[in-house]
């Protein structure tokens, strides 16, 4: 069985590792490009200029299958989809460092964890709330840099919108994480490491 400490630095063969993520940063476009595409982005109902989609469950499975390096590449391959299909910097920032904050949380919980002693469904809570509070914390503060500088949106809207931000990201990062981490589970059981 795989200790905790070890599902966030898998002993993976390189090649296997490079073709792993390959394949995932790949995915994570065709999400993007089918989504935007097709119209099936779901809007949050109390926010609907935010919306949902699920480029970040490739993400999540790098970052489990292949460590950290792996999602972030991943992660930031999500970013230059989306600028390359809108020409949209600022949005593409945005979705990396919704994406990678979201990662890079998980992975400090999960190893802090791991570190810990912590595991079981005490660790998963640990590895959750670490990815949550960290997108919750980097979306918000880009938000507010964001929103009156690029698009106009005064000071005290941006601040009163926070609330319905924070939810956003959170019911997003439990899709990308939840997601990711039964999509894990399944192959785990399935192939030998």
């Keep these: 069985m795989t200790t905790r400490v070890e599902i966030m630095e898998p002993k993976v063969n390189p090649t296997a590792r490079l073709t792993g993520t390959a394949i995932l940063a790949a995915l994570v476009l065709v999400f993007d490009y089918t ?12 926010f609907p ?10 993400i999540a499975l790098s970052l489990l299958m292949y460590g ?8 930031m391959v999500a970013g230059l989809g989306i600028l390359a299909r809108s020409g949209n910097l600022i949005s593409a920032l945005m979705k990396t460092a919704a994406e990678l904050s979201t990662v890079v949380g ?12 912590v595991e079981g469904v005490k660790g998963k809570i640990a590895a959750y709330s670490g990815g949550l509070l ?3 914390v980097v979306m918000s503060v880009a938000n507010i840099i964001v929103l009156p500088n690029f ?5 005290e809207v941006a601040y009163g919108l926070m609330p319905l931000i924070a939810g956003f ?8 994480l939840g997601l990711g981490s ?9 192939l030998p490491h």
């Design 35 to 46: 989504l935007k595409y097709s119209g099936l982005k779901i809007p949050f109902p109390w």
């Design 49 to 58: 200029d935010l919306k949902f989609d699920f480029t970040g469950v490739p």
């Design 68 to 75: 950290l390096p792996s999602a972030t590449t991943t992660s």
């Design 106 to 117: 998980f992975w400090l919980g999960h190893y802090l964890a791991g570190v810990s002693g």
């Design 134 to 136: 960290c997108r919750v």
């Design 151 to 155: 698009w106009g949106v005064p000071l």
């Design 169 to 176: 990201n959170v019911a997003q990062g439990l899709i990308s």
């Design 182 to 190: 039964y999509l894990f589970d399944a192959v785990e059981k399935r």
